[in-house]
């Protein structure tokens, strides 16, 4: 972790903690608060995605994923909601492709959570209206390890879908969240976007 912070710069703050516990939530955004003297984005990041089939999947999977990438974006988000409603500030969370298709294999509890994510995100978009905007980014085929890992022939297959012909990289996903997060966005609420290269085109 204390590479990542030296990484980012001088102004990141490591925490340690485990967000399916809702006090944990709470804790998080009181230590930001407490550092930074207020609060004007919250990014809901945090999430897993063992791949687990759907007869082979237990109430601990359930409850496990559900936690982690569901449940922390509905806590972490009330938990920071007072403090975005005086800074008029945003929510941001990360759904995914599969929230939108359902298409990853061997992962429903992952896609229903973050179809969840995408719900939760245009009911709090109009809870905390007018003051709070909430949105949500949905990345498809990005390269990172875990996609990198594929096999091959499987990763062909993969880009081969896609119609702009290339995995998305980290960097196009966090240009969303960053433009999401600014006053250029300002009369967007309530919407996902989607960083598929054109798999799915809602």
């Known amino acids: 972790m204390q590479s990542l912070v030296q990484e980012i710069g001088p102004d990141a703050v490591p925490w340690n903690g485990d967000l399916s516990q809702v006090s944990s939530c709470y804790d998080l955004i009181e230590m930001a608060v407490k550092t930074f003297g207020r609060l004007d984005t919250l990014i809901n990041n945090a999430g897993i995605c063992p791949r687990v089939s759907f007869f082979d999947s237990s109430e601990d999977d359930w409850d496990r ?15 920071a909601a007072p403090h ?9 969370s990360t759904a995914s492709y599969a929230g939108r298709a359902g298409a990853i294999a061997n992962a429903s509890i992952y896609s229903g959570t973050k179809g969840a994510i995408i719900a939760l995100t245009k009911a709090l978009a109009r809870e905390l209206a007018p003051h709070v905007r909430v949105n949500a980014v949905a990345p498809g085929a990005i390269d990172t390890p ?8 499987r990763l062909d297959s993969l880009i081969e879908m896609i119609p702009l012909k290339s995995l998305g990289t980290t960097e196009d996903v966090a240009a969303a969240i960053l433009f999401l997060a600014a006053d250029e966005s300002r009369y967007i609420t309530g919407s996902t976007i989607d960083i598929n290269g054109g798999t799915f085109m809602s």
């Open 65 to 79: 994923i559900v936690s982690i990438n569901q449940k922390s974006m509905f806590f972490c988000s009330q938990a």
């Open 84 to 92: 975005l409603i005086k800074t008029n500030g945003s929510i941001i």
């Open 146 to 153: 875990m996609v990198r890992a594929l096999p091959p022939e």
